[in-house]
């Protein structure tokens, strides 16, 4: 890309925030905040968010910085405000044109932040997400993702060993808010995280079809790779997971699909999908997700009027059908 399209000029470096949210995570943020150490890039800050954390979540990671050599911020939330919450007040306290959201379950690689923000020179790129490995540092967890039409979100390369398969840059649906770069710009315009997916899930999907309504890019970046332990907090595949997951799937799809499309594609789908699943798992925390969005519905009518008016673009609705 030639400099005269670039958001930054040639050998500018911008300031990266790098937002960290603590919610009991005293096991993993150790060699999390270890990893940051060994980055190659400069210039970064670190903040810190403790989500209501009733663990020593917030001293580990001090210390870990102050070992590391990084100076952090620290924002103290007395209660546990959810993931897009905690995450929009670390954006307040950030100074950088470049916003790195990174969970304190993940371990990231020396050359991971060059490679986003190098990424994010390009105007038409708004999002920018990684290569993410379970903790084998074999196994792919996510390379970039896409979404069905009933909402369910799906990655590229789940479970796959990493052969080179996905090792070219991709526009994507979505990228994981496990660790996700913007630019300050775009995250403003887009009206920053929706704090309505409490505590956790979506808000990453949901940010990123904001940014590709308005016209922008979301780009897999292959180079920038990630460690990541997956759902610490909320325990993969528990009760209290599939809760979370299908109550924020269903306001996702409440909240930006449009009338016609719920009825003749994602109401079919889950249709199709209900048959497919194994109903002693999910029957009970997807029932309790349908019951959570007939209460809520009018304030997820609110956000999608609100949302409509802040956006004034086209509805983008590029779904996947097959199961």
């Not at 993410?132 to 979100?153: E, F, S, V």
Request: proline share 4%; glycine share 6%; hydrophobic share 40%.
């Amino acid at each position: 890309m030639s400099a005269a399209v670039q958001r930054w000029e040639e050998g500018v470096r911008p300031l990266v925030s790098i937002v960290i949210v603590l919610f009991n995570c005293a096991e993993y943020i150790r060699p999390c905040v270890a990893s940051l150490g060994l980055l190659d890039y400069e210039p970064l800050e670190l903040i810190f968010v403790n989500n209501g954390s009733t663990d020593d979540s917030l001293r580990i990671a001090r210390d870990a910085a102050r070992e590391a050599g990084l100076r952090c911020t620290v924002c103290e939330l007395q209660r546990n405000k959810g993931f897009a919450a905690a995450n929009n007040r670390g954006f307040r306290l950030s100074r950088g044109e470049v916003l790195f959201l990174l969970n304190p379950d993940t371990e990231v690689f020396s050359d991971t932040v060059d490679e986003l923000v190098d990424m994010l020179r390009d105007p038409e790129i708004a999002v920018t997400g990684c290569k993410i490995y379970y903790p084998d540092r074999k196994t792919i967890q996510h390379a970039g993702g896409y979404i069905r039409d009933n909402g369910l979100t799906m990655h590229y390369g789940a479970d796959q060993l990493d052969e080179g398969q996905f090792d070219e840059m991709k526009d994507v649906a979505y990228v994981t808010g496990a660790a996700l770069a913007t630019t300050r710009e775009v995250f403003m315009r887009v009206g920053m995280l929706d704090e309505g997916y409490f505590p956790a899930y979506f808000e990453e999907t949901d940010l990123c079809l904001r940014v590709r309504r308005l016209g922008y890019r979301v780009v897999y970046v292959p180079g920038a790779r990630v460690v990541h332990h997956e759902s610490t907090t909320t325990g993969k595949y528990t009760p209290r997971f599939y809760y979370l997951y299908h109550k924020n799937r269903i306001r996702f799809m409440l909240k930006n699909y449009s009338w016609r499309f719920l009825l003749d594609r994602a109401l079919p789908m889950e249709e199709r999908w209900l048959d497919i699943i194994t109903p002693w798992e999910q029957a009970i925390p997807l029932n309790k997700g349908y019951l959570a969005n007939i209460a809520d519905l009018p304030r997820t009518l609110l956000a999608r009027r609100r949302m409509e008016r802040m956006l004034g673009a086209p509805r983008l609705e590029d779904t996947v059908s097959e199961l």
